[in-house]
Every structure is written in structure tokens, then in C-alpha cells.
């Protein structure tokens, strides 16, 4: 039965009485005296559920609105709140709270086809068990006013940690160059055996570049021109990041683009969760491989 009869027994029963009107009505005295005896029941419900809402928004909030159901579960459940995902999918869809979708692509790969390639050590096996293993790397652009920004990442795939940036108005070799650099640093200067895998564009295959990944003893590792599966890892973060970065948004100028950049890939590798790594963010993973293995050494 509908709850608004339920309300029009409890609204009249002190003029007609409860037996007359659920005779009129075609229900009983006792299903609706059951129904006020669980009352209590469904408004603490009712306002767990709403307190759950008022979460989950707020959650979806702090992470720019990019969070889709998985990522605020399992926020929810680091937070102490023991729920499961239907549950939080459900809640998101009826109060119309969606994480976000990207745009069509920029292509910003220009192949040097003069340059010998290096081989595909990674062959679309974007996993590793150890830090510091394979690493992977791209550019993108950013659109800002009528001009552009371009990003360079380098990525431990183990961990999928963005572990060196650079960020630059121009595609030259030193924009891939400074990012490699910035990795080479962030993980004390000692790499060597390192995978690093990219495309094919130009910046890739310059002798410059070549030059300082073997003064680092990185190995160079090279997908197919036009493939994006061949580096599918660093394409997918790309795909994150700007959708988070560039929903409903016109950066018009670069020196807040560059801070937003910061700021963005700063809160990527310490509060995004992850889905391939059991949700937890690159920090907390990399913090609790290097635990199990020190705790394992002892052992």
C-alpha cells in the first residue's frame, strides 16, 4: 500500500476511526498498525540514508567531480563506512551524482621516421611487480586561450605513480627530456635497467634524448606508430587527468594552467584512488609494497 494512505489513516482516524477507514480504504487494522510500529525503524533509515547522500557528494566534491561509484566506495569504506558498491551506484544514480567522461583527443604524436626505433620491450604488458622496473611515458596538450600547453609524463608502472613531469609551451626534445630527468631524481638518482616505454614521436627518437637515458642506464622501449594500445597505460592517465582538469573549464592563462597541472598531478599520486591497484592511491602503494617487502626481508 501505498505510504500516503498510511498518512490519510493517521490524518483522520481521530474524526472516522482506524477500522472504518481501512474498511474503506481495503486494508486491515493490524498491517497498519504494523506499519506505525516500524516507523521509528524507517526514518532512522531514511536519515542514515540521507547522511550517506550528504558523503558521498561530499566525497565527489573533493575529488572534482570526477569520481564514478567504484572510487567513492571505496573512499567510503577508507573512511570507516561499511556499505557496498550497489548500494553507493544506487545512491549516486537516484540523486543524479555522475563522475565525468572525456572529449575526442588531440593528436600531438609527430613520428620522426628518420630515427631507428627502439624495440617494444613492454608488448602491451602493462604490469610489474617491483618499483622502478618499467616505466612509461607520452605528451599531451592543454588548451589555453588560443595557444597550448604541453605535458610530459613519466610513469612507474608498477605503481602507476607519475614519478617525473615536465611542462612546456613547445614540443621540443626538452620538454621529454626534463621529465626524465625529474624521475631519474625522484627515485635517488640510481636506475639503472629501467624500461622506459613511449610512441614513436619525434621527441622520442632524438639523439638527445637517447643520449640521456643512457647516461641513466635506462632501456628505451617503443610501441607501433598509430597504436594507442601499444602504450595504453600512459593514454589512459591522460585521459583522467584531462577529464578532470578540462570539464566545463577555459584555462586562459599559463601561469594558473601550470599550477593547476601541479596541483592536479600532485593529487593524483597522493589521493586518487586506483582501480588496478585494489583502490588505493600510487603513495599508499608504493608505501605498502615497500612495507611487505621490508617485513618479508626480516622474516
Not at 602491451?124 to 597550448?148: E, H, K, M, Q, S
Not at 610512441?199 to 606508430?225: K, N, P, T, W
Request: with cysteine.
Amino acid at each position: 500500500m501505498s505510504p500516503r494512505r498510511w498518512d490519510f489513516i493517521s490524518d483522520n482516524r481521530a474524526d472516522f476511526g482506524v477500522k472504518r477507514i481501512c474498511r474503506v480504504l481495503g486494508t486491515s487494522r493490524a498491517d497498519y498498525y504494523r506499519h506505525l510500529a516500524t516507523e521509528p525503524t524507517r526514518a532512522e533509515r531514511q536519515a542514515e540514508e540521507k547522511r550517506t547522500v550528504a558523503q558521498i557528494r561530499a566525497i565527489h566534491a573533493e575529488h572534482h567531480g570526477a569520481y564514478g561509484a567504484p572510487r567513492v566506495h571505496a573512499e567510503l569504506r577508507a573512511r570507516g563506512h561499511r556499505i557496498n558498491r550497489k548500494r553507493v551506484t544506487r545512491l549516486m544514480r537516484i540523486n543524479h551524482i555522475i563522475g565525468r567522461h572525456l572529449r575526442k583527443k588531440k593528436r600531438t604524436t609527430i613520428v620522426d621516421r628518420t630515427a631507428p626505433p627502439a624495440p617494444d620491450l613492454v608488448m602491451r604488458d602493462f604490469t610489474a611487480d617491483t618499483l622502478n622496473t618499467r616505466w612509461c611515458g607520452d605528451i599531451t596538450y592543454i588548451p589555453v586561450g588560443t595557444t597550448w600547453l604541453y605535458l610530459a609524463t613519466v610513469i612507474d608502472i608498477c605503481s602507476r605513480r607519475v614519478v617525473g613531469w615536465s611542462i612546456a609551451d613547445h614540443m621540443r626534445t626538452s620538454l621529454v627530456t626534463d621529465a626524465i630527468e625529474m624521475a631519474v631524481a625522484a627515485r635517488g638518482g640510481r636506475i639503472p635497467g629501467v624500461v622506459f616505454h613511449t610512441d614513436r614521436g619525434a621527441q622520442y627518437r632524438a639523439a638527445a634524448f637517447a643520449e640521456v637515458c643512457r647516461r641513466h642506464g635506462i632501456r628505451l622501449s617503443m610501441g607501433r606508430v598509430g597504436s594507442s594500445y601499444d602504450n595504453a597505460l600512459a593514454e589512459s592517465f591522460f585521459q583522467g587527468l584531462k577529464r578532470e582538469l578540462l570539464h566545463g573549464r577555459r584555462w586562459t592563462s599559463k601561469a594558473q594552467t601550470r599550477l593547476e597541472l601541479f596541483r592536479r598531478l600532485s593529487y593524483y599520486n597522493r589521493r586518487r584512488r586506483h582501480s588496478a591497484l585494489g583502490y588505493l592511491t600510487p603513495i599508499e602503494f608504493e608505501h605498502q609494497l615497500m612495507t611487505s617487502r621490508t617485513l618479508s626481508l626480516v622474516a
